[in-house]
């Protein structure tokens, strides 16, 4: 098997997907329109013959054709590094269709040097572009939330100007970040009917009456009910006067560290956070799917793979299922995140971040962009201390996304006054 994939661009392909997109888009996400300012358009112009990197968040399925139609609004062509195992589905069709557009693989929980190389190729070369999701695998699932940022990506990029440079001392690489923000385009009578009838199904297939409780009051509702389940289920005993994220943090570790013991794995880390530790197992998972030559990987039969797989979906679950998320910003959009995560939970439907069904209303999204930035302007500093300036441009790329991500905060509402609980 050949572990990894390069990019083979072809432009009657790139032609094909340009003219697809929005039915595409459309059919896999209901996403309407990809929103973006005059002014940003003239921008993403301006950088057209630039070398660059485009980061932007990462909380679903849809951001790599997002950042495709950018890259057409922009008039130039970007690379894209996808998960190693995706390139084998439909018996490798979909390999060839991400090749073809200029996607190649990188395989997770491995040095994948192969990767490291064409990465630092790409941005190298001159007018060379890259998407880039800093926030890296598995996809968070809330469009409000940023996830940690993975340093590596950083430390790629100055090893690509290193090479740069080595052809043409003056050589830089901007720097874009970019935030994607969905926005449900139904009314609210429309969006509150769809909502009411859709957790409905979720208390009748768990057996509760939600009363007069207002939706916000609901969806707590539901949320306790599968905790107290998820505690019973795994064993855990309930501490007095723990709060819900305290306990809902208990099962997802019960949850990981269940898996771990299951694959045998001797380098798992307990004390690691639940996100880091999900990355890990579904890194080790992945290199199982795909046969990868590594002494250490675990032997898992197909019952064993499928378990592992399924309680990693509930782990995940878990995860994004924060309480105060949803109290203090009860926007629809929020409300169907939560929706998701209870779809996946009670009724076994596939997540939509793991490619299931998009929402029954459609969507927009909403593309802002912070100031673009030279990494040349670190260069010096990256060359006395590395470790310091990754950090340095690291925080400076996040509190760029961060700053985005608060300003779309207008572009929605909410359905419920925030913090309007009752006796849940």
């Given at each position: 098997m050949q572990f990894f994939i390069p990019p083979d661009f072809q432009l009657p392909v790139a032609w094909f997907a340009d003219a697809a997109l929005p039915g595409v888009i459309k059919q896999y996400q209901n996403i309407d329109a990809i929103i973006i300012d005059k002014s940003d358009r003239q921008m993403l112009r301006s950088l057209r013959k630039e070398r660059l990197l485009f980061f932007t968040n990462h909380p679903s399925q849809a951001e790599p054709m997002i950042a495709y139609h950018v890259a057409n609004v922009m008039g130039a062509r970007f690379n894209y590094m996808a998960t190693r195992r995706a390139f084998d589905f439909l018996f490798g069709a979909v390999g060839k269709l991400f090749q073809s557009v200029g996607a190649y693989s990188v395989t997770p929980g491995i040095a994948d040097r192969d990767s490291m190389r064409m990465t630092r190729s790409i941005v190298a070369n001159s007018g060379g572009k890259l998407v880039l999701f800093p926030e890296g695998e598995p996809m968070c699932g809330e469009n409000d939330s940023l996830m940690p940022f993975q340093p590596g990506i950083i430390k790629l990029s100055f090893g690509a100007l290193q090479d740069a440079r080595k052809k043409d001392a003056s050589a830089d690489i901007i720097i874009l970040p970019g935030f994607i923000k969905y926005k449900?385009?139904?009314?609210?009578?429309?969006?509150?009917?769809?909502?009411?009838?859709?957790?409905?199904?979720?208390?009748?297939?768990?057996?509760?009456?939600?009363?007069?409780?207002?939706?916000?009051?609901?969806?707590?509702?539901?949320?306790?009910?599968?905790?107290?389940?998820?505690?019973?289920?795994?064993?855990?005993?309930?501490?007095?006067?723990?709060?819900?994220?305290?306990?809902?943090?208990?099962?997802?570790?019960?949850?990981?560290?269940?898996?771990?013991?299951?694959?045998?794995?001797?380098?798992?880390?307990?004390?690691?956070?639940?996100?880091?530790?999900?990355?890990?197992?579904?890194?080790?998972?992945?290199?199982?799917?795909?046969?990868?030559?590594?002494?250490?990987?675990?032997?898992?039969?197909?019952?064993?793979?499928?378990?592992?797989?399924?309680?990693?979906?509930?782990?995940?679950?878990?995860?994004?299922?924060?309480?105060?998320?949803?109290?203090?910003?009860?926007?629809?959009?929020?409300?169907?995140?939560?929706?998701?995560?209870?779809?996946?939970?009670?009724?076994?439907?596939?997540?939509?971040?793991?490619?299931?069904?998009?929402?029954?209303?459609?969507?927009?999204?909403?593309?802002?962009?912070?100031?673009?930035?030279?990494?040349?302007?670190?260069?010096?500093?990256?060359?006395?201390?590395?470790?310091?300036?990754?950090?340095?441009?690291?925080?400076?790329?996040?509190?760029?996304?961060?700053?985005?991500?608060?300003?779309?905060?207008?572009?929605?509402?909410?359905?419920?006054?925030?913090?309007?609980?009752?006796?849940?």
């Open positions: 449900f385009e139904a009314t609210e009578a429309e969006i509150r009917e769809d909502l009411h009838k859709s957790i409905r199904e979720i208390e009748i297939a768990l057996g509760v009456d939600p009363g007069q409780r207002n939706l916000l009051r609901q969806f707590l509702m539901v949320g306790r009910l599968l905790l107290e389940q998820a505690e019973k289920e795994y064993a855990i005993e309930v501490k007095p006067d723990s709060d819900f994220d305290y306990r809902i943090g208990r099962v997802r570790h019960r949850m990981l560290d269940n898996i771990a013991r299951r694959m045998e794995l001797k380098n798992y880390n307990k004390e690691s956070d639940a996100i880091n530790k999900l990355r890990h197992l579904t890194s080790i998972l992945e290199l199982i799917e795909i046969n990868y030559p590594m002494k250490d990987l675990p032997k898992l039969s197909a019952a064993d793979m499928k378990w592992c797989q399924r309680e990693c979906v509930k782990a995940y679950d878990m995860i994004v299922i924060k309480r105060e998320y949803l109290v203090s910003r009860p926007t629809p959009e929020r409300f169907y995140e939560w929706l998701a995560r209870f779809e996946s939970y009670v009724l076994g439907k596939t997540p939509r971040m793991l490619g299931g069904h998009p929402p029954q209303l459609p969507r927009n999204a909403y593309l802002s962009f912070a100031t673009p930035f030279k990494l040349g302007q670190y260069y010096d500093d990256y060359s006395r201390d590395k470790s310091k300036t990754v950090e340095k441009v690291l925080g400076k790329l996040r509190q760029d996304m961060e700053k985005l991500l608060e300003d779309s905060h207008q572009l929605t509402y909410t359905l419920v006054d925030p913090g309007d609980v009752g006796g849940v």
